[in-house]
């Protein structure tokens, strides 16, 4: 690879949808190695001397590899905001309201939907817990009431009038909460929905669930191998 030339490891999942996603936003062309979680394709020798927690996405870019999604959004919106402003500038107290969002979602809605993905969609890997995923879900609903509370003032994004990788983050997030079927404010729904007519957003989830990807059955968060 050559300085400048990017690669994605991983496909079909809310996780992995959010390198596509921000790659879509910045008009950047890159290669994907469409690779499921838990599938042959995780032994990969080339991965795995990549990426050691054998996770997904893996960004990769010459020497830089990223396995954190969060980390990998915070990496595009900082490296190429002349193509595209998705994040403020480093130092500034806009940036620090944009990266408290950003790790609240991951920490405090990201974190208990993966507990409901383990306990009840991989149970033979995880053990199954009808307690730890109701528990989960109501952890996640009174989280999300946060974000609920900051589009109240009718704001369409949750910094104000621009798009952000907050906001990605956070649609990744609902969608993957309304897969499990947790019910979503109006506000947020709507949210949701208007996010969901982007183009970026449209071009990424084409990437992101190939024909033939696993896709999680509503309300179980487990994987159909066949969808």
């Not at 960004?59 to 402003?85: K, M, N, T």
């Not at 817990?129 to 609903?141: P, T």
């Not at 183009?199 to 084409?206: P, T």
């Amino acid at each position: 690879m050559n300085s400048e030339a990017i690669r994605v490891w991983g496909v079909g999942t809310s996780r992995t949808m959010r390198a596509h996603w921000m790659l879509a936003e910045l008009g950047i062309e890159y290669e994907t190695r469409a690779i499921l979680p838990r599938t042959e394709g995780m032994n990969d020798p080339v991965f795995k001397e990549l990426n050691q927690r054998g996770k997904v996405p893996v960004f990769q870019q010459a020497d830089l590899v990223i396995g954190e999604s969060g980390a990998i959004v915070f990496y595009l919106a900082d490296r190429y905001r002349e193509r595209h402003l998705l994040a403020p500038e480093r130092g500034t107290s806009e940036r620090a309201v944009f990266d408290d969002l950003c790790l609240f979602t991951l920490m405090e809605l990201d974190a208990p939907l993966y507990v409901i993905r383990r306990h009840g969609g991989l149970p033979d890997v995880y053990g199954e817990s009808e307690v730890a995923v109701e528990s989960a879900g109501k952890y996640f609903l009174r989280q999300v009431e946060v974000m609920d509370r900051r589009l109240a003032d009718g704001r369409p994004f949750l910094l104000g009038e621009s798009f952000s990788g907050a906001d990605l983050l956070l649609a990744t997030c609902l969608a993957w909460a309304q897969i499990v079927e947790l019910t979503l404010t109006p506000r947020l729904e709507d949210f949701q929905a208007r996010i969901s007519t982007r183009e970026a957003f449209k071009r990424a989830m084409a990437v992101n669930f190939p024909p033939g990807a696993a896709r999680l059955v509503p309300g179980t968060g487990r994987a159909d191998s066949k969808a």
